[in-house]
């Protein structure tokens, strides 16, 4: 209901002249000409960087049509468009600049796309069905992984003869190494589409399944990643609780009862996954960073990592001796990996931006991307994209947003350069259109500028008050590099991303060109070389 200016209650006296402070320090900032480098006045700076555009653009013409050795996927769980923008001006001030102006290492692949995130059964979609199509290439309902949209949530009995098969299983069917590196826990929606099928992606352990489907014979998520496919050669991330014992003490946090084992069939599955692998191979489990790092990996054929007994912790609140960066774990991976003559395939997943988002920490998320993107610059390094096709995507999106005609430079975690013409108060430039971040202090709006907004856990205020900020709708970027990497290139439905990279990599049932891709040259020489028996 409209309020009527009567109604308004307005700032004490002392507020309103904080308030009039801050907005002409915004304004200073903002009229100031420092805010424009001295380069960037010169309209030959712009010519100049439009032109080596247009330079790399051309030599783009000559497409890179290797067959690719090695496939890495990148996901930035819930890293949608605004989250990459508000990433890369992020990660540009943590280097002391402005952050407009910065590239993150995604921003440096030649190959964009767009990706329809949909589920079958929902225009916004879930990280369930959402990884289900960019691993597995068919869409599927929420909350389902690695079956077909016949399977319907929680309905165990729904799900024999619906099961879908990943590209990570491809590659392995194809003779490559494969890895998987996630944030989250390594029974999470997006990892366990890699090799499970399931009618609900919270089956983590038989711990969360209802007795039905127990008694149907539906196999928990952790099961599965151990029996499914015993020989993934890397598995990172967390998770630990899922794999022993209901009530068994966890290693690392003994006297905390929220972190003991769940599992009812009182199994302990890393033992198991121990005792899956081949005579004289070597197998080997950690949890901590340390023992991580100190692997001789030339001597080791099979590596499990799981350094929390749920997700792993927030980078910013890392505890980094005892928990690997994601960046450690992807490092550690492809190496691992590389040790293949045939190749491999690498999911990695920072899988937190979308929790840092949904609880309407901005700043948790957004550090989670730049760590992902750290992660992406790090694999850039250890490999080439003459062999090694990269692809980076998010799953959805999240309704995060960041504007308010802030002025360049402005701090990404700032505040907007003006106050509400309606309530009189400031706001952040990052807002969420739902969330927890609703807040009404004495029948108004709260007063940011009471608040610490910068805290590494302040929750940015939202339209809507909701306990868990939703995802968003839009479609999502799809950044690609190496071989075949132009087969990413306009707005495509999600699903049919596993199946570029897997016609890239000759894996899959798509191979009817791959023979003909090794000989390419002497195709195109035919012609000249038959005219030139004619001439002589």
């Known amino acids: 209901m409209p309020t009527s200016p009567a109604a308004l209650s307005y700032p004490a006296p002392a507020q309103r002249h904080r308030m009039k402070v801050l907005l002409l320090i915004l304004l200073a900032r903002l009229c100031s000409p420092s805010l424009v480098p001295e380069r960037e006045k010169d309209p030959e700076y712009w010519r100049g960087q439009a032109q080596e555009t247009l330079r790399a653009a051309l030599r783009l013409q000559r497409l890179n049509q290797n067959v690719a050795k090695n496939l890495i996927l990148f996901l930035g769980d819930g890293m949608g468009v605004s989250t990459v923008t508000a990433a890369r001006i992020l990660k540009g001030q943590l280097q002391n600049r402005k952050g407009e102006e910065s590239l993150l290492e995604m921003d440096k692949f030649p190959y964009v796309a767009l990706a329809k995130t949909y589920n079958t059964n929902a225009q916004v979609p879930d990280s369930a069905g959402t990884a289900t199509a960019y691993l597995c290439g068919v869409k599927a309902n929420e909350g389902t992984v690695g079956v077909s949209a016949g399977v319907t949530r929680d309905r165990c009995n729904t799900t024999k003869g619906q099961e879908v ?8 069917d194809g003779g490559k190494s494969v890895g998987i590196v996630t944030t989250t826990r390594v029974t999470h929606a997006t990892p366990s589409a890699a090799y499970a099928h399931s009618a609900n992606r919270d089956w983590y352990s038989d711990g969360e399944m209802p007795p039905d489907a127990l008694e149907g014979g539906c196999k928990d998520i952790a099961r599965q990643l151990v029996e499914n496919i015993p020989d993934i050669e890397v598995i990172l991330g967390g998770g630990r609780k899922y794999m022993f014992p209901k009530n068994a003490s966890d290693v690392e946090y003994p006297h905390e009862d929220k972190h003991r084992g769940t599992r009812l069939d009182r199994r302990d599955l890393v033992q198991a996954w121990h005792e899956a692998k081949p005579p004289g191979k070597v197998a080997k489990y950690v949890w901590h960073r340390r023992d991580l790092l100190a692997l001789n990996l030339s001597r080791v054929d099979f590596l499990l990592g799981l350094f929390e007994p749920g997700d792993m912790v927030y980078e910013l609140d890392r505890n980094n001796e005892t928990d690997p960066s994601l960046t450690e774990m992807v490092a550690v991976a492809i190496r691992m990996l590389q040790k293949n003559p045939r190749g491999f395939f690498l999911l990695v997943e920072g899988g937190r931006i979308d929790h840092g988002h949904h609880e309407g920490k901005a700043k948790q998320a957004l550090h989670e991307a730049v760590e992902l993107d ?17 692809v980076v995507t998010a799953d959805h999106s999240h309704v995060f947003t960041f504007g308010g005609y802030t002025p360049r430079g402005n701090p990404i975690f700032g505040l907007a ?33 009471a608040v610490d907004f910068a805290h590494a856990n302040y929750q940015a205020q939202s339209a809507v008050p909701l306990r868990q900020e939703t995802h968003g709708g839009e479609d999502v970027a799809v950044f690609a590099r190496g071989p075949m990497a132009h087969l990413l290139h306009g707005v495509h439905e999600q699903n049919y991303i596993p199946h570029a990279m897997a016609y890239a990599a000759c894996i899959g049932s798509n191979r009817a060109h791959c023979n003909a891709a090794s000989r390419p040259a002497t195709t195109i020489l035919l012609p000249f070389l038959a005219l030139l028996f004619l001439l002589c």
Do not use: C, H
């Open 374 to 390: 750290r992660a992406i610059g790090l694999a850039a390094r250890l490999t080439s994209p003459q062999d090694t096709l990269s």
């Open 417 to 449: 350069p003006m106050q509400s013409d309606v309530d009189r108060k400031p706001f952040t430039s990052i807002l969420y259109g739902n969330g927890p971040g609703y807040k009404i202090v004495a029948g108004e709006r709260e007063n940011v500028s």
């Open 165 to 172: 098969t990943s590209i990570l299983r491809w590659a392995k």
